[in-house]
Nanobody, 116 residues
């Protein structure tokens, strides 16, 4: 079993930045993918960014150049999503997901609101 704890959401003005963190614990395997998804009420959850154990990353087009996903240097089981130049369209609940050994695990979600 894997537990994921997300932190770092909140309210920010347009053009501002937020840093989300997702810490994984439990039965951790060395081969994995960790992702950030977001969901607006009434809409489908969408993939924002992901990183695998080799450091390969990819992003949805709408966040390229603004968001960066990375692993915490101090704790490789923690993934960071640095979000810059935020706009109101980025408002959503952000979820962390870990895939390993054929199973998926989700965090509880953290609200990000971009508003003046």
């Amino acid at each position: 079993q894997v537990q994921l704890v997300e932190t770092g959401g909140g309210l920010v003005q347009p053009g501002g930045s937020l840093r989300l963190s997702c810490a994984a614990s439990g039965t951790i395997f060395s081969i994995y993918t960790m992702s950030w998804y977001r969901q607006v009420s009434g809409k489908q959850r969408e993939l924002v960014a992901r990183i695998d154990n080799n450091g390969f990353v990819n992003y949805v087009d709408s966040v390229k150049g603004r968001f960066t996903i990375s692993r915490d240097n101090a704790n490789k089981n923690t993934v960071i999503l640095q979000m810059n130049s935020l706009n109101p369209e980025d408002t959503a609940v952000y979820y962390c997901k870990r895939d390993q050994a054929g199973r998926s695990y989700w965090g509880q979600g953290t609200q990000v609101t971009v508003s003046s």
